[in-house]
């Protein structure tokens, strides 16, 4: 049914000025931060629905960014996590959730002779970074403009570039995302356009490069495939020229297939790296790989740390999730992601609307302006953001909540009728943007 009254948010707009008294603009991630009308306030969520400060209840497909993808309070992990609960919370010792989570891991993922746990997906892209450098002796890390691998100094480099700031297309210049950052990581760093196996390949043969870092699908600033033969050509420069090849899975992973990127490819990269679905909404990340590389942890001298590593309630919220993911949810997401993919192209053909609806149906790109699939990120870069906003704006106004930089995340809690309200919420915000000429 079509939405007559439009929402309002304004109970949410008052929280976050109040609270910014407390937190820094109110929020506890600058990705939570300048969103159009505003940042909201949750009360609690449920399958594919969120419940707002508002009392409004919103499709969700945001999903926390990424993690959600049995949706929002499954069943299965309320049960894991309350039963693990009563046993206590942190032991700085082994359980048998931990070790069950990790034989999960290593079963589902082509890659994982051994794993270890994290608790956020920046800390393990650090890890994998180590290793690499641990395993070749070598310093520098080739990574992709648009990829972002995390918010610490040496990885947050070009990842939303100003483009008139980044140099040529065939030598970017490193952009620092953020000020504070330290200069001196760039020289640590050589960052390359994604998708062109000659310009890599002729900077891996230079010898000393410690480890190529990557998403293996583009899914962060816009979704991406990687070109045919691709990854396949990056395994074997990678192996010829004696670099680590590390897929980040952050967002790939348990979500493109359950063994991630690696699997939908059949590409095998020496490390690689999760976080997000892996655990549904729990603070875990995992760096998986080849044993003698992940070895190196236990007895090559490499550290690894962190407190709150394989936290046993979001241990069993683990072993949980990864117990659920079976082949025929991934069947069902490609069927009702294609479904939701198809209903926009449709409606933007039949409106007008310039745009390019590209990646997998469980983690698309919806880009305004762009006339042609992007095929790496300055391509991306060129879309009309502005008229974007103005699109997801108008769209939470009509009960529907996506993410601003155009990543649509489905859950299989979004079912075909869920997908019917979007369309119906997507086709009015359309009319009314055209309407008003944005
Ligand atoms: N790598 C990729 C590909 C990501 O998408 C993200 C998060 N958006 C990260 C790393 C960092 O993960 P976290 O936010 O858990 O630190």
């Given amino acids: 049914t079509r939405r007559d009254n439009l929402l309002s948010f304004d109970k949410s707009a008052e929280l976050i000025e109040r609270n910014a008294q407390w937190m820094a603009g109110g929020v506890n991630s600058n990705f939570r931060l300048n969103i159009s009308p505003t940042p909201l306030v949750f009360e609690r969520g449920e399958g594919p629905w969120l419940y707002d400060a508002d009392g409004n209840r919103l499709i969700d497909y945001y999903l926390g960014m990424g993690p959600m993808i049995l949706?929002?309070?499954?069943?299965?992990?309320?049960?894991?996590?309350?039963?693990e609960i009563e046993k206590g919370f942190l032991f700085a010792g082994q359980t048998a959730v931990e070790a069950e989570a990790a034989r999960l891991v290593c079963e589902l993922v082509p890659s994982a002779e051994r794993m270890r746990f994290g608790c956020s997906g920046s800390e393990v892209d650090q890890a994998a970074?180590?290793?690499?450098?641990?395993a070749t002796g070598r310093k520098k890390i080739i990574k992709f403009e648009g990829h972002y691998h995390g918010w610490f100094d040496n990885v947050l480099w070009s990842t939303a570039p100003a483009l008139n700031a980044a140099g040529p297309e065939d030598a970017p210049v490193p952009v620092a995302g953020s000020k504070g950052?330290?200069?001196?990581?760039?020289?640590?760093?050589?960052?390359?356009?994604?998708?062109?196996?000659?310009?890599?390949t002729t900077r891996l043969a230079q010898g000393d490069i410690a480890g190529v870092i990557m998403e293996a699908a583009m899914c962060n600033a816009g979704a991406v495939h990687p070109a045919p033969g691709y990854l396949e050509g990056v395994r074997k420069a990678c192996t010829q020229y004696g670099s680590i090849l590390i897929f980040d899975e952050v967002i790939t992973g348990f979500r493109l297939a359950a063994g991630g990127a690696q699997e939908r490819f059949g590409v095998t990269p020496d490390l690689s790296t999760f976080g997000k679905a892996i655990a549904n909404g729990f603070p875990v990340a995992a760096i998986a790989g080849r044993a003698d590389l992940m070895d190196m942890f236990a007895t090559g001298g490499v550290v690894?740390?962190?407190?709150?590593?394989?936290?046993?309630?979001?241990?069993?919220?683990?072993?949980?999730?990864l117990k659920s993911l079976k082949p025929s949810l991934y069947a069902t997401l490609?069927?009702?992601?294609?479904?939701?993919?198809?209903?926009?192209?449709?409606?933007?053909?039949?409106?007008?609307?310039?745009?390019?609806?590209?990646?997998f149906p469980q983690i698309f790109h919806v880009a305004f302006g762009l006339e042609n699939p992007a095929r790496d990120y300055r391509d991306l870069a060129r879309m009309d953001r502005a008229a974007y906003i103005a699109f997801t704006t108008a769209l939470l106004r009509r009960g529907v909540r996506a993410l601003e930089r155009g990543a649509w995340f489905l859950s299989i809690d979004h079912t075909d009728s869920v997908i019917d309200e979007t369309l119906l919420a997507v086709e009015d915000a359309v009319r009314e943007l055209t309407a008003s000429g944005t």
């Fill in 71 to 83: 949706g929002h309070k499954p069943q299965a992990l309320v049960d894991a996590v309350k039963q």
């Fill in 129 to 134: 970074i180590r290793l690499a450098r641990a």
């Fill in 181 to 200: 950052q330290l200069e001196e990581t760039a020289e640590t760093l050589v960052v390359l356009p994604w998708n062109n196996l000659e310009l890599l």
């Fill in 304 to 321: 690894h740390g962190g407190t709150y590593n394989a936290q046993p309630i979001a241990m069993a919220a683990t072993a949980a999730t």
């Fill in 334 to 359: 490609e069927e009702r992601g294609g479904r939701l993919m198809a209903g926009f192209r449709e409606i933007f053909a039949h409106a007008g609307v310039t745009a390019q609806v590209a990646g």
